[in-house]
């Protein structure tokens, strides 16, 4: 590895000398759109031929319910073997990695995903690629920039670069994967001048795709029925039913997980105990199998009577009420099976579930309405703008959502539903859960960038660093005349002090003390302990710097003290130091043309 890191930089150094900075930052881009999209393409060409292998199989006809066991026990085993028995997934470690590890992710996560999901996913687990691609392009991204000597803020623009292209490579869908890059990653306030290396790198992954991806293993449709504007007021109806299904989802899944996750049972058996519920999920609808996209296809081209159904159960009914229930039960039992394959070991997204149920939504929709006979609306049509309502409301990426489903049927000819649909989901979901599932605990803690900059800026600042902790403190034993020597020997006008025991006891200003240090008869007779006084406030070391902020708003001071775990004094924290540094911040989001004057 270290020789091919070596002829990389070499060759990257050579050009960088022939290169304008923002020349130089295109072409990094490209390649790592490039390494992203082979990646996604190498994933998605892993799974579809897992999954093709195992429909093949003449041994049962029940063959299949098996493999997500060895799915989820083969994904366990790997991660507890090479990947020290943890790992963090998803798009949550990726924001997180920007907010708090200065847009560094560690290289493991270059192929860690692709080992997992492929697990996963490929095996039968109920759950989507899209999260673990992301987080492996966003990794490409990170680790190309580590090695091509680029600063924080060019670092975050590459890994929104990775994820781009990783999405645009799976859904063959380049203004997709730029849309979701800036809405779901780069949450800051984008300059212009970044959705340059964001189209590169996206239309690179897409080439990938492209021409490596047979036609087979790619998503897209194509319309059977043309946009009816007398149907507005259904779209309208599949809004309002996505918003709550997609709270729905987001409930459901987290809780199922959750459970599963903190339940203490050796890891192999509770991987095994998922196997079996996936299995009897999959005994009764077998269209939750893997990620879904198959049967997705056929409602969404309007063959539905295709899908499989191993029970006699629907039988007793007509077909067209067999496949009401039919299509009601999946949505909603695919959380419940995405939750189960996640929880008990897997490594998968909700990106490709929360597709798969939008669309078995919008058909469930539509054959309602056209069973009743009160109206006839194209099925297929609800189908895909379905997708749309419950990727917006279960993601919180509306623009996406609407970008992705008008790319993959080749056209535009939906845009006015789509924008509809995912709108009005997205609505309802924000005005119940201001984020989605998967970054909820982490953007109420401070751990990751949200859509609000002064918080994201604060968020980049960590208190270690603001801490000045070349204080002098003084015991509250002793006496005036010891506290003058400290002060003559200072540059400092507030002071600590601790008790017989170290422990911070209070702070003395100079300005409470100026008129005694003039009468220097009593320096021997005042004991410190009549000087100290009680702090505005007080800090400790693990606080985040919202929570300083809101400390200075309250308290109107300009210096507060902190303390460690134990109570004792480490410094203090300077308003105007911390209102530098932020302004500091503020000055470098700059365009990449204008720093490259």
Request: net charge positive.
């Amino acid at each position: 590895m270290r020789p091919i890191k070596q002829v990389y930089q070499y060759i990257i150094y050579s050009l960088r000398t022939r290169l304008s900075r923002v020349q130089y930052i295109m072409l990094v881009a490209t390649l790592t759109g490039l390494f992203s999209g082979l990646a996604a393409v190498f994933l998605k060409t892993i799974v579809h031929y897992l999954q093709h292998w195992i429909t093949e199989i003449d041994i049962s006809r029940f063959a299949f319910l098996l493999f997500p066991i060895i799915g989820l026990v083969l994904t366990v085993l790997s991660i507890r073997l090479f990947f020290n028995s943890h790992i963090e997934k998803g798009i949550a470690m990726v924001l997180k990695a920007i907010a708090r590890k200065s847009s560094f992710i560690p290289l493991k996560h270059t192929y860690l995903h692709m080992v997992t999901s492929s697990l996963t996913v490929g095996l039968g687990g109920s759950a989507g690629l899209e999260a673990p691609i992301v987080a492996t392009g966003s990794a490409i991204g990170s680790n190309t920039a580590r090695i091509s000597d680029l600063n924080y803020r060019e670092r975050t623009l590459l890994i929104g670069c990775g994820a781009a292209a990783g999405i645009a490579a799976v859904f063959n869908a380049p203004i997709a994967g730029v849309i979701f890059a800036i809405e779901v990653l780069l949450t800051e306030a984008v300059v212009v001048s970044y959705f340059i290396p964001l189209i590169i790198s996206s239309v690179v992954g897409a080439l990938c795709s492209r021409i490596i991806l047979q036609e087979s293993s790619l998503f897209h449709f194509a319309l059977q029925e043309t946009f009816d504007y007398r149907n507005v007021p259904y779209y309208v109806l599949l809004g309002i039913l996505a918003g709550f299904v997609s709270l729905y989802y987001a409930r459901v899944f987290k809780r199922t997980e959750t459970k599963l996750h903190h339940w203490k049972v050796n890891v192999y058996g509770k991987a095994v105990f998922g196997g079996f519920l996936l299995m009897a999920l999959y005994f009764l609808l077998p269209p939750l199998f893997g990620e879904g996209y198959e049967s997705v296809a056929l409602l969404a081209n309007g063959t539905p009577a295709e899908i499989k159904d191993n029970t006699a159960l629907f039988s007793l009914l007509s077909e067209d009420w067999s496949l009401v229930i039919f299509t009601g039960l999946i949505v909603f039992l695919k959380p419940l099976a995405a939750a189960i394959t996640i929880g008990s070991g897997g490594n998968g997204g909700n990106f490709a579930p929360s597709l798969f149920t939008g669309s078995y939504l919008g058909f469930f929709f539509s054959k309602l309405f056209n069973n009743s006979g009160w109206v006839k609306v194209p099925e297929g049509n609800f189908s895909l703008v379905g997708m749309a309502g419950v990727l917006s409301g279960v993601m919180y990426c509306p623009l996406s959502a609407i970008f992705l489903i008008a790319e993959i049927t080749n056209g535009y000819e939906l845009f006015i539903p789509l924008m509809l649909v995912s709108s009005i989901s997205f609505f309802i979901v924000k005005s119940y859960e201001p984020y989605s599932m998967d970054i909820r605990k982490l953007a109420k803690e401070g751990q990751i960038f949200t859509h609000k900059k002064e918080k994201n800026i604060l968020t980049s600042i960590h208190l270690p660093e603001m801490l000045q902790d070349k204080y002098d403190s003084v015991s509250i034993d002793k006496t005036l005349r010891d506290l003058v020597e400290i002060i003559k020997k200072s540059e400092r006008n507030i002071f600590a002090v601790h008790d017989n025991k170290g422990r911070f006891a209070g702070i003395i200003e100079l300005n409470d003390i100026k008129q005694l240090l003039f009468q220097p008869e009593i320096f021997d007779k005042t004991l410190v302990r009549k000087l100290v006084k009680k702090p505005p406030a007080v800090l400790s070391e693990e606080q985040d710097m919202h929570t300083v902020m809101e400390k200075f708003d309250i308290t109107q001071s300009w210096y507060l003290p902190v303390l460690d775990k134990e109570k004792k004094f480490v410094g203090f924290i300077s308003k105007t130091k911390l209102f530098n540094k932020y302004r500091e911040i503020l000055a470098s989001q700059v365009d990449l043309y204008e720093e490259g004057e």
